[in-house]
């Protein structure tokens, strides 16, 4: 059998440069509580998925001392959370400006079928909210 075919994906983990920022940034800007916090690492329950930010100087085989290169300017990857409807993304615009969170890109309709908003974490990772446009 297939690796992607044995478990469901468990966690995502974030590799940040400072914890404290990160977990004020998830907890106050976006709701989420932590669940077990320990020297570098904490982590997020968000309906089935575990949420993990790693502080780069306490990730397992990472050497202590040397912090982790700053990215170029592209994104390596994007967390997407599928919300009910278009309106709903809009909605949640709405809600990060509120909580001073900087959106990268407001809602837009995409070729791709979806509605779209984009938004980063102060390590710089790109979160996306979306939700499918029904078919005319």
């Keep these: 059998m297939d690796f992607s075919q044995l478990h469901a994906i468990s966690d995502i983990c ?4 400072n914890l404290d ?16 916090r320990v020297e ?4 997020f329950n968000s309906r089935g998925v575990c949420l993990v930010v790693w502080e780069t ?3 397992p085989d ?12 592209g994104h390596p990857a994007c967390l997407s959370v599928k919300l ?4 709903e993304v809009d909605q ?6 509120a909580r001073d969170i900087a959106v990268r890109r407001p809602p837009a309709d995409y070729p791709w079928g979806a509605r779209c908003c984009y938004f980063a974490d102060p390590d710089d990772y790109l979160w996306e909210v979306y939700a499918e ?3 005319a």
């Design 40 to 43: 570098g690492f904490a982590a």
């Design 14 to 17: 974030l590799l940040v440069q």
């Design 84 to 87: 009910p409807s278009p309106r």
């Design 57 to 59: 100087g306490h990730v």
């Design 21 to 36: 920022r990160s977990i004020a940034f998830y907890t106050e800007k976006l709701g989420f509580t932590v669940t077990r």
């Design 92 to 97: 949640m615009h709405e809600t990060l400006l």
């Design 133 to 135: 446009i029904p078919s």
């Design 62 to 73: 990472e050497p202590r001392t040397t912090p982790l290169a700053p990215r170029d300017a």
